[in-house]
C-alpha cells in the first residue's frame, strides 16, 4: 500500500471510529444496564471473590458487542470495572482491577476482530456455518481470556499457584458456557 492510498483510507477509518451519535450512546448504555443486570443475576456462583463466575452470559454480550464495532470497547472496559467494584466487590485492588479488565478488553477486541474478519461473523445473521464455527472458536477463544485474566491475577498475588489452575478452569466454564 502507498502512502497516498494510506491517507485516503484514514478518514473513512477514523470517520467509523468516531461513531458517536446517539444510537452509539443508546447502545452503549442499552449494554452497561444488561451487564449490570446479568452479573447481579450470577454473582451467587462468584469464586471467591474473584469476580469470576460458572456462568457469563455478559462475556459474550462484550464480545457481540465488540464484533458490531470495536468502538464500544470503553463501555465494556467500564462495564467490567463498575460491577468487580460495586456487584462482585472484588477483593484486588482499584489497580489490579482495571489492568485486569483492560487486559480483558483487550483480548475481547482482538478475539471479536478475528470473528469478524477471519470467520465472517457478524451480529445481523448466523448461518449453520457460523454456528459450527463459533462452536468451536468460543472454547478456544475461553482458553486464551481465562488464561491470560487469570494469569494476571495470580501475577499481582491475588491467589496461590496452586489455585491457578482451577480458577482458570472456572473462568473457561463461565466464558464457555456464556
Known amino acids: 500500500m502507498t502512502l497516498r492510498g494510506l491517507t485516503l483510507q484514514l478518514p473513512q477509518f477514523w470517520g467509523r471510529l468516531n461513531s458517536a451519535g446517539p ?8 449494554f452497561l444496564a444488561v451487564y449490570v443486570a446479568l452479573n447481579l443475576m450470577t454473582e451467587w456462583s462468584d469464586l471467591d471473590r474473584l469476580g469470576i463466575t460458572l456462568w457469563s452470559p455478559d462475556n459474550s454480550l462484550s464480545l457481540m458487542l465488540l464484533i458490531r464495532s470495536v468502538s464500544f470497547a470503553p463501555f465494556v472496559f467500564a462495564g467490567g ?25 483487550i483480548v475481547y477486541v482482538s478475539l471479536a476482530l478475528v470473528a469478524k474478519k477471519k470467520l465472517n461473523l457478524t451480529t445481523r445473521r448466523l448461518r449453520v ?8 472458536f468460543i472454547p478456544t477463544a475461553s482458553v486464551l481470556s481465562s488464561s491470560i485474566y487469570c494469569g494476571f491475577l495470580y501475577l499481582c498475588g491475588v491467589f496461590p499457584l496452586d489455585r491457578l489452575a482451577s480458577v482458570i478452569s472456572h ?8
Not at 83 to 94: C, K, L, W, Y
Not at 129 to 136: H, K, Q, T
Open 23 to 30: 444510537k452509539f450512546w443508546r447502545t452503549g448504555v442499552a
Open 81 to 105: 470495572v463498575v460491577v468487580d467494584t460495586f456487584v462482585a466487590s472484588v477483593e484486588h485492588s482499584v489497580y489490579v482491577t482495571m489492568t485486569s479488565e483492560l487486559l480483558l478488553v
Open 171 to 178: 473462568f473457561w466454564i463461565g466464558d464457555t458456557l456464556g
Open 129 to 136: 456455518a457460523d454456528a459450527l464455527a463459533l462452536s468451536i
